[in-house]
């Protein structure tokens, strides 16, 4: 390949979005229908369809998706939950919002998912419910967790992995409930929102209830029932954690889209693996055998004691070529708020830790073209 090359501006993800999403808002614009609705139903139907399973309900972030979930299947003041120690802070957050304890457990660098071999030490009489989190669109092995610990709820932590699947199974089919979103770095997205699925009856009936106020049906049904002057019943209490119909509108158009964009990303990964091969200071992320991979992410280790440089130059001298990239994501038990409530130490989780320090994402979305991926490619060689 030609060493010298041309600066271009390459970010680390932008959506692949177009006409048909901007026409897909004009319907609720026209009918006033905004809040969730008839496009929110849709984009929920053709999400469960997908996914394989019964129930899909569309909310405001994944955020808010893993808060309900957890109320949902049971977590409360007292419980421990298990979380990995690398993943986005919501995860563990959203443990604490139900006043419960999340309790840490490392993870596999070859994956960047949860050590599944370490759960079993973490677990008391206290543990009500584990998220395995599908990190950058790799499926945890939740089978292998529902085979080992059975008496735990599962909370799948898909924000990353719309489309993704473990063994012909997609995500947020394998646990007890899943969730998604569809923030702007995600393969799919409607500026913010997410989405929960269950095959459980009960637990969707609840969450249906947590996100709307605790209301016993929705607006739509109100409204377009016999008697849309008299307010539902609240028997919970609920959560204005619903998703508006422009949304929903946008999502569908999106969703019809997931399998040709994960498709389109996992052939830029094969061209990356393959011509970043011999950077021996560069590793590249695997698919295991029996997994789809989503490919929110394309996230690389640095391996410092064979790098030219130490990560965080190589960011910058890429930043300065035009390149964005970002730590895979963060460590919880490094991040201040934790370490004043839990007392972390750095070396809790070495894993984790060295996946803070040395993971690196670097540019795969749909808006980039051949001579992004060669340009990158010949920027890594010539650090």
């Known amino acids: 390949m030609n060493t010298t090359v041309e600066k271009r501006i390459i970010s680390i993800a932008t959506p692949s979005m177009g006409e048909e999403e901007w026409m897909a808002v004009r319907e609720p614009i026209e009918k006033g229908w905004l809040t969730q609705g008839p496009k929110v139903r849709e984009f929920e139907t053709l999400f469960a369809q997908m996914h394989n399973v019964k129930h899909a ?4 972030n994944c955020t808010t998706a893993l808060h309900l979930a957890l109320l949902a299947c049971g977590v409360g003041p007292g419980d421990e939950v298990i979380v990995p120690s690398f993943t986005w802070v919501a995860t ?9 304890t999340p309790v840490l457990v490392d993870i596999d660098l070859t994956t960047f998912n949860i050590d599944v071999a370490q759960v079993e030490k973490k677990i008391t009489p206290k543990t009500k419910a584990i998220i395995p989190v599908h990190l950058f669109g790799l499926c945890a092995d939740v089978d292998l967790i529902r ?3 059975p008496q735990l709820k599962i909370v799948e932590d898909g924000a990353c992995a719309s489309g993704a699947s473990l063994r012909g199974k997609p995500a947020g089919s394998l646990g007890d409930v899943g969730c998604f979103s569809f923030h702007p770095r995600k393969s799919i997205t409607c500026g913010e929102g997410g989405m929960l699925t269950t095959n459980d009856d009960d637990i969707a ?5 947590l996100r709307n106020h605790g209301a016993s049906i929705s607006e739509e049904q109100r409204h377009s029932g016999a008697k849309p002057y008299l307010l539902a019943a609240f028997d919970v209490i609920g959560y204005n954690y619903r998703m508006t119909d422009l949304q929903g509108a946008v999502g569908f158009v999106q969703l019809k889209k997931l ?5 389109e990303r996992n052939r830029w990964a094969h061209y990356y693996a ?3 091969a011999e950077i021996d200071w560069l590793k590249t992320p695997a698919t295991p055998q029996g997994y789809r991979h989503g490919w929110q992410s394309y996230v690389t280790y640095v391996d410092e004691n064979k790098s030219p440089r130490k990560r965080n130059d190589i960011m910058e001298i890429l930043q ?9 994501t963060h460590a919880i038990h490094m991040l201040g708020a934790y370490v004043k409530r839990f007392g972390y130490k750095a070396g809790d989780f070495p894993s984790a830790f060295a996946a803070d320090q040395y993971s690196m994402a670097i ?8 001579e992004d991926f060669d340009y990158i490619v010949e920027a890594l060689k010539s650090l």
Do not use: W
């Open 57 to 60: 309900l569309a909310v405001s």
């Open 92 to 100: 563990a957050n959203a443990v604490l919002y139900c006043n419960a």
């Open 147 to 149: 085979e080992k610990f």
């Open 205 to 209: 009936a609840h969450l249906d209830m």
């Open 259 to 263: 399998n040709s964009f994960i498709d």
């Open 274 to 276: 393959a011509h970043l």
């Open 320 to 328: 300065q070529k035009g390149i964005s990239t970002r730590p895979g």
């Open 363 to 370: 540019p795969l979305h749909n808006k980039m073209v051949k």
